[in-house]
């Protein structure tokens, strides 16, 4: 039963809030809001109502359709917003590598210079065991 008058019960419970509120907007609301406040609700049922009206006069494929196509236009930006976002984490990655991938570089160019200078005595060297 109450799921099917919730609708009613909330406009009851935001009638008893404006009663208490006295019809006054919170004080940390901007001037626009706090002028458009008194005339909300009607506002919003009067949009439902011509939404409603709208959808009743079409056939239910292109009322489908409509709706299909609004999700379509709002899930494309935000798969647009996660490939930039991942080409920008393939990126940071991409460089993390290249700075470690040097930083190892260096190493073994450190090491395989050590190793040459050890190699000052021929007896130790000989060409063919040259590095």
């Known amino acids: 039963m109450v799921d099917e008058n919730i609708i009613l019960l909330r406009i009851q419970i935001r009638e008893i809030?404006?009663?208490?509120?006295?019809?006054?907007?919170?004080?940390?609301w901007s001037e626009w809001e706090?002028?458009?406040?008194q005339n909300y609700g009607s506002d919003l049922c009067e949009a439902v109502e011509?939404?409603?009206r709208l959808l009743i006069n079409t056939r239910p494929?292109?009322?489908l359709a409509t709706f299909a196509l609004l999700?379509?236009?709002?899930?494309?930006p935000i798969f647009q917003l996660l490939f930039h976002f991942l080409a920008f984490a393939k990126g940071i990655l991409w460089f993390?590598?290249?700075?470690?991938?040097a930083s190892i570089w260096d190493q073994f160019e450190t090491m395989k210079?050590?190793?040459?200078?050890?190699c000052w005595e021929p007896r130790f060297c000989e060409k063919g065991n040259r590095l």
């Open 71 to 76: 999700m379509l236009t709002i899930s494309m």
């Open 17 to 28: 809030e404006m009663v208490e509120m006295k019809g006054k907007a919170s004080s940390d």
């Open 34 to 37: 706090k002028k458009y406040f």
């Open 50 to 52: 011509l939404l409603q």
């Open 61 to 63: 494929s292109f009322a």
């Open 96 to 101: 993390l590598k290249r700075v470690a991938c």
């Open 113 to 118: 210079h050590k190793l040459e200078n050890l």
